[in-house]
Every structure is written in C-alpha cells, then in structure tokens.
C-alpha cells in the first residue's frame, strides 16, 4: 500500500505562519490608525506649558560667601496646558486640559566683583576686581532696613544656571582664591559675574531681570531673563530650560 504522503506542512509551521501574519496586519493598520488619531495625538501633543510668574524664594543673601557664589534651587510651578485652540475649532468637543507640577531650577548667587580691564567680545571683562559683599551681612541676616535692602540689590549677581551654548548646567570651579564657571559640555567659561570669558558660549550667563530682596534677608526671583528679543525658542519668559 503506498505510504500516506506526509502533510508538508506541520502544526508549528501553521501556528507559526499565523504570528507572522498577525504581526504584518498589525503593522499595516498603524498608519491608519495613526492617521484617524491625528487629532487626538494633536491635542495630547501640542500643549503649552507656562511657568509661574509669582514670586519664588531663592534663599538668604547672608549665606552666599564673599569670593565664591553659592547655588541654590527654586520650584517654578508649571501650568501644563493640553488641547489646542485650532485643534477645538475643529472638533468643538474636544477638552481642554490642565495640569500643574513644580520644576526644579538651580540658581547662582554671587557678589558683583567691579571690572579692572575693558573685556573682550561679549565678556563683562578680562580682570575682576574683589568681590563686594555688602559689610553688614557679617553682622546681621535678616532685618534689613530700605537702604540695607537697595545695598543688595545692587551688588549680587543672581544668575541662570543654564549655560548660554546650549543649556548645560555650569559649575564653578574654585582655584586658589580665583575661580570661574566651566560648562563641562563644551568648555564655555564666565566669571564670578557672569561675564563671557572663553568657549563656544555666544555671551554671558542668562540673569534673572526680576529680583528683590526683603526685609527677612532673602532673595525672591521671577521666572524672566535678559533674553535679546528674536532668538527662535527663546523668550524673556516663556518655558525656558534651566
Ligand atoms: S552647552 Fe555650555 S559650552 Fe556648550
């Protein structure tokens, strides 16, 4: 009798021809899934984020050193915004969501050294004379006078800790009663100022524009830089990276 003939295919070849199949039809049907989600991957996509314009506190003026600046680290509430204005001029249903979450900012605080010798391109100067930390901080912390108060203001540096290339955090690097911020992604450098000293960074430090001191010995900030107007993705205010 002849021999059965044997099925060329076998159970595991079926099973198996099955995965790949589901595997390609998955694959296939995600492009238009995808493009029937549009709007929804729109909405999810393209929030805006607005960072808190209140007052922050960043710490007490007393406890940044005279040669040296001291950092501290501020929590910037965040208003996350999700749904699109242009995306709910089509499809009117679709919400509008908000959430609120904090984001951690590091902050340098230094007392301005005058400047001995013009700068270079960009810098605030090549030479930096001593640091003037106001003299009755020796003696007291909090409970400033109006002129105690305006002494401050006009001699600290309250400084981003975002380098100006792209963004690095700095860190400063004390030699010898001398010292400088390096960024560590590409070598950019400023002094205790803020001021360009070398590297790839197009100028100084970003600083905070809005500061004030209270009569409790501590710094308050808001969330605005000196950002020169027309350099894309940057404002003096909107979500900035630091
Ligand atoms: S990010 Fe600082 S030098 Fe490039």
Known sequence: MAELQKDPITRGDFLGFGVIGAVMGTLLTIPPVAYLLGPVIDVDVRGRSNVSQGWQ???????????????????????QLYGDRQIQRQFPDTPRSRERF??????????????LKEGRQGSTGDELGHPRKPEFLNRKSSGFTPEEIREVERSINVLSNSCAHLGCPVRWIQREGEGEFLCPCHGGIYDINGGWVGGPPPRGMFRYTKFEVRENGRLYVKHEFDVEPGIPGLTTTEPYVI
């Open 102 to 115: 904090t984001v951690r900012n590091a902050i340098w605080l230094s007392w301005k050294a005058p400047i």
């Open 57 to 79: 506190e960043v710490g007490p003026v007393a406890e940044v050193p005279e040669d040296e600046p001291k950092v501290f680290t501020v929590e910037f509430p965040i208003d």
